[in-house]
């Protein structure tokens, strides 16, 4: 009996939230017309309202509750937002049939209420709280399913200004981190926990560019009641600036060093401490129909007691048909990343992305990016300004046949186990977005993976087939 409470509690609980979601949606649509607020985004500490101090205060909800004025002397205010996520997968055969069937799929359920109090133009205190639950899952949740209730962001803000348009901020606490595009440090969205980090940043603006000094540790996610700490076995730390037209180059240019360790790193080739140094560059913008993201970077360090280099390249371009119906827009993207020749060499040639996004190549998130080089292109439809449809295609290689293949969290996912060939899958992914008013989003995917030599060579290699069928409120 005691084993099956906590879930008829959450039972209980997801029939009184999925109520309250229902409800919200209901008030979305109902005030789909209402006020004109800035756009959500993927981190809810970086949405503005303080605009909305001018206005007449708006009577519908949520609009009332995002500037909430203070009638301090200071002009400060407090905003109020959240966010209900109920998401479903099914995969047959997961991990091309190597890992454990769930029977009847999972149920994903994500909760979380914020709170961003400005007291100032000096000081700020934002707080979220998460609640992320599972259900479905035959061999229990994983740490990246269930976290019952925890701080997600729990950080303040000490700012100064330096000049005209220019400010220096230190932010302390638990915070969500993304630099760049998300290829080396994320929050990774997909899964139903994302990531978060312990520690501190310190980062300078201007009109053209921003440097952040960042030094911290990932949060150790585990399942219960307030019982989230801080994981010493990682640490992240290291610079990063991003500039507009640096070196006279349209669009954006990204320079950076992120310094990584891990204890307890595993790789083909063993375990044993990691320390290691990434040094990169990323070149990224849009003009005219085009847009075009790239990145490079190379790392050294030590593993065990061996010397690591490793590298990577990154490039996605796409083009955009505005004026056609439907607004068709052509995306390829030609990735590498090193992998190691040796196993028996004391030197590693693996490369590790760190933090990265768990949805790299696709939403079933099977593979992560390293020893692979990979060829992926998508065509995007908008059949409505609501409306998204995509179909990519993926083809998937390992590098270095001495290598494996690692999960988005660097897990080893397939030995080489002898074979010597390179191509290990393919894949095709069909999604469908509809959004019905701010925030409210519905997402429909489908991906058929399908294993290549590699995979039949060396175990399992059944086909995959992923199912996703998301629906989130944010407000």
Known sequence: MTTSTPKIGERKMAKVLCRALTLAMALSLSFAAAD???????LRYEEDYSALLEQPTPHCWPNCWKALPLYNQHGGFLS??????????????????????DRHGVWFQRYSLLADLHWNSQFRLFAQLNSALETGRREGPSPVDEDQLSWQNLF??????????????????RQEVVLGSGRLVDVREGPNVRRTFDGARVFFLNPTW??????????????DIFDDGTNHQFALWGLYTSGDQLFNFPGKVDL??????DKTAVYVQGTGNERRHSFGMRIWGEQANWIWNWETLYQNGT?????????TLATETGYRWNDVNWKPQLRLSINIASGDDDPFDPKLGTFN???PRGNYFSEAAVFGPRNFYNFHTFLNLMPHDAWSLTADLNFFWRLETEDGLYSPSGQIIRRPNGS??????????????????????FTAIHTFGHPEAFLEETGPSDNLDFTELTLQYRF
């Open 256 to 261: 950076y060093y992120l310094g990584f360790e």
């Open 420 to 441: 010597d060939s390179h191509f290990a899958a393919s894949a095709l992914s069909l999604t469908a977005e509809y959004t019905f008013s701010r925030g409210l989003v």
């Open 156 to 173: 303040m803000d000490i700012s100064w200004r330096t000049g005209d348009n220019q400010s220096l901020t230190l932010r302390p606490g």
């Open 210 to 223: 921003r440097l952040d000094l960042l030094a911290a540790r990932p949060r150790e996610d585990n399942p």
């Open 80 to 101: 109020i937002g959240g966010e209900v996520r109920q998401r479903y997968e099914y995969t047959n055969n997961p991990t091309f049939g190597q890992d454990p069937q």
């Open 353 to 355: 992305p760190m933090y």
């Open 36 to 42: 004109e607020l800035p756009p959500l985004k993927k």
């Open 303 to 311: 593993f065990a007691h061996g010397d690591i280099r490793a590298w």
